[in-house]
């Protein structure tokens, strides 16, 4: 699994803008979700900032703890990986 070092000081990265199309788009989503349209499974909220020198990924994910939550990067793909015991 990859690990980001990059201390969160050194990205220059501001509050996220509010994005009226990334909203329409969750909309949408989540109407095709009651008609069976969308993909199966869960897809959390993400938002995705860069920086001349690294990446900013916040992600809304409810009822986790680090702890539960692992990162994988392979082949030019970003897994977040959840492990929670019920």
């Given at each position: 699994?990859?690990?980001?070092?990059?201390?969160?000081?050194?990205?220059?990265?501001?509050?996220?803008?509010?994005?009226?199309?990334?909203?329409?788009l969750t909309m949408q989503e989540r109407l095709e979700s009651l008609f069976s349209r969308a993909c199966p499974g869960w897809v959390p909220p993400v938002d995705l900032a860069e920086s001349e020198d690294c990446y900013l990924i916040a992600v809304e994910l409810p009822g986790l703890s680090r702890a539960d939550i692992?990162?994988?990067?392979?082949?030019?793909?970003?897994?977040?990986?959840?492990?929670?015991?019920m």
């Amino acid at each position: 699994m990859a690990q980001c070092n990059v201390p969160i000081a050194r990205c220059k990265i501001g509050p996220m803008p509010w994005d009226p199309v990334r909203d329409l788009l969750t909309m949408q989503e989540r109407l095709e979700s009651l008609f069976s349209r969308a993909c199966p499974g869960w897809v959390p909220p993400v938002d995705l900032a860069e920086s001349e020198d690294c990446y900013l990924i916040a992600v809304e994910l409810p009822g986790l703890s680090r702890a539960d939550i692992a990162l994988d990067f392979a082949d030019k793909i970003f897994r977040f990986l959840v492990h929670k015991a019920m």
